[in-house]
T-cell receptor
Framework: DQQVKQNSPSLSVQEGRISILNCDYT??????FLWYKKYPAEGPTFLIS?????DKNEDGRFTVFLNKSAKHLSLHIVPSQPGDSAVYFC?????????????FGGGTRLMVKP | NAGVTQTPKFRVLKTGQSMTLLCAQD?????MYWYRQDPGMGLRLIHY???????AKGEVPDGYNVSRLKKQNFLLGLESAAPSQTSVYFC???????????FGPGTRLTVT
């Protein structure tokens, strides 16, 4: 049973518009969430994170929103650029559990059209 | 800084053959991880290490073994490869268990 799900395998957006990537989780013990970006033939790279004590974290064009009651987080990219085209993974962790690792979603492929 | 490096980048094995994947990091990170990535499955943790000389099982450990003899190196072994182990393998490291993980470029393994 997947504890972290990204229900949209792909998303296509026009350059300059907003990209919204969604992620749902089922484990209420998760208290730290991250987004990773992955280009073909490369390893994932860390993008942005959020602790469960916050509901929003912003870094430049990237903003992550967390809705704990709905067990849902989203990544907003504004404005989207062609270089943002990649696969995006959300991940979650239960930090208070010693040795608990990251659990990843299946990924969403974002395509930003020029 | 090279970050996290993986050797080899590609490999084709026949069923039953063995091999070792090498991961090295130069960031003095305590934690190291091995993941496999399969289409639609995201990244699944195979084994991890919380320090030199220690290893632990992750979500999908069967068919794999690991060793962490030096802090900077984490080895993943396949004793008898099976077609189900065809995947892309990523190594990662982090300063603490819940901090950002830094990934290597991956090893694409095909078992025929």
């Amino acid at each position: 049973d997947q504890q972290v799900k990204q229900n949209s395998p792909s998303l296509s957006v026009q350059e300059g518009r907003i990209s919204i990537l969604n992620c749902d989780y089922t484990n209420s013990m998760f208290d730290y969430f991250l987004w990773y970006k992955k280009y073909p033939a490369e390893g994932p790279t860390f993008l942005i994170s959020i602790s469960s004590i916050k509901d929003k974290n912003e870094d430049g064009r990237f903003t992550v929103f967390l809705n704990k009651s709905a067990k849902h987080l989203s990544l907003h990219i504004v404005p989207s650029q062609p270089g943002d085209s990649a696969v995006y993974f959300c991940a979650a962790s239960a930090r208070h559990n010693a040795g608990n690792m990251l659990t990843f979603g299946g990924g969403t492929r974002l395509m930003v059209k020029p | 800084n090279a970050g996290v490096t993986q050797t080899p980048k590609f490999r084709v094995l026949k069923t039953g053959q063995s091999m070792t994947l090498l991961c090295a990091q130069d960031m003095n990170h305590e934690y190291m991880y091995w993941y496999r990535q399969d289409p639609g499955m995201g990244l699944r943790l195979i084994h991890y290490s919380v320090g030199e000389g220690t290893t632990a099982k992750g979500e999908v450990p069967d068919g794999y073994n690991v060793s962490r003899l030096k802090k900077q190196n984490f080895l993943l072994g396949l004793e008898s490869a099976a077609p189900s182990q065809t995947s892309v393998y990523f190594c990662a490291s982090s300063y603490l268990v819940y901090y950002e993980q830094y990934f290597g470029p991956g090893t694409r393994l095909t078992v025929t």
